[in-house]
């Protein structure tokens, strides 16, 4: 038995077979990577599609809740849109800056500049109108001439054509007051969250979370920059998106700062903790030039209003005696006298 197995061990022809398997199974062995593709760009490949589920998976959830509720963008009225369109109003009033004041009182979409171009419409019209009614009709001004009272109605008129604009104007500035009062706190939470690990898109949705109480609009502009992110083809465009909204130069600042982040790998924490500490002497500087020009605010109601009491106050009881004094010898001058 033992002479079969060496003499089969020994048979070059089987040598030869063992030998020619041997190599076949290590070219297989060699090749096959080859032939199965690189790993890396296989794992890639599908954080790739598992990214594009999550975008579409998102858009769906997006989809359902605007269907559900009201959104931020306000639905089409069909009858100021074709008044618009017909008269080429968003020629004749609209330009880019009237877009951005929009955005920055926080409108968005083409239905609220329709409405901003119908009103500065109608309203001239509905202005001297009522006007006209209060003076020509209900006869107010009768000592007035007929120049005045024509002159009375333009004005009207006037004002009516620039109300949408103080509107808007005023809403802005309402709206990024609120934002800057909130800012230094938010990146102090962004800074919070980023250090903590978390990626820039989780750490805009617990900020959001965390500023809504304190600052609706603040908390909306971060909702809306983390859509924007999960489905912009450039992050960069998000962030200057969210920085032509609020029109703030703080904001700004901090817009670059993460864009530069994501562009060079620098990272975030720093310059959010830089810039935070910057909002903060900001407000904290505001704050000071308010109390500083209060003395000089309060000179004229002092002078209507502490002043006077304070004077009657202080020489009432004195012109009370005087007068008492005066009637009392009076009385006894003329008893005297009898």
Not at 264 to 280: F, K, N, Q
Request: charged fraction near 20%; hydrophobic fraction near 45%.
């Amino acid at each position: 038995m033992s002479g079969q197995v060496v003499k089969t061990l020994t048979d070059p022809s089987f040598l030869i077979a063992l030998l020619v398997g041997i190599a076949v199974f290590a070219t297989a062995f060699t090749l096959l990577p080859a032939f199965g593709g690189n790993p890396l760009k296989a794992r890639m490949k599908s954080v790739a599609l598992e990214r594009d589920e999550l975008r579409a998976r998102q858009r769906a959830r997006l989809a359902a809740e605007a269907n559900r509720r009201k959104g931020l963008r306000e639905e089409q009225s069909a009858g100021m849109r074709n008044i618009v369109e017909r008269l080429d109003l968003k020629r004749a009033l609209a330009d880019e800056g009237t877009m951005q004041k929009l955005r920055v009182a926080g409108f968005r979409g083409q239905n609220p500049l329709t409405k901003f171009l119908f009103f500065r419409l109608v309203l001239p019209f509905v202005g001297f109108a009522l006007a006209a009614a209060y003076i020509f009709v209900m006869g107010a001004l009768p000592d007035q001439p007929l120049f005045v009272k024509l002159f009375v109605c333009i004005v009207m008129a006037y004002a009516g054509f620039y109300a949408p604009v103080l509107y808007v104007s005023n809403r802005a500035t309402k709206r990024k007051q609120s934002i800057q009062r909130a800012w230094p706190d938010a990146l102090d939470l962004m800074l919070i969250c980023v250090e903590s690990g978390m990626s820039v898109e989780a750490a805009l949705r617990r900020v959001a979370d965390e500023m809504g109480p304190q600052s609706v609009e603040l908390a909306e502009e971060f909702v809306l920059t983390n859509a924007e992110l999960s489905y912009l083809q450039e992050r960069r465009q998000a962030y200057e998106n969210l920085a032509g909204r609020t029109g703030l130069d703080t904001v700004k600042s901090v817009t670059q700062a993460l864009i530069q982040a994501e562009r060079y790998g620098t990272p975030v924490a720093h310059a959010l903790r830089v810039l935070a500490s910057e909002s903060r002497d900001m407000r904290m500087n505001e704050a000071e030039k308010k109390a500083a020009a209060l003395p000089p605010k309060l000179t004229v109601p002092m002078i209507l209003f502490f002043l006077p009491v304070l004077f009657a106050i202080i020489l009432g009881p004195a012109g009370i005696q005087v007068s008492q004094r005066g009637i009392f010898g009076d009385q006894h001058h003329s008893s005297s006298e009898e």
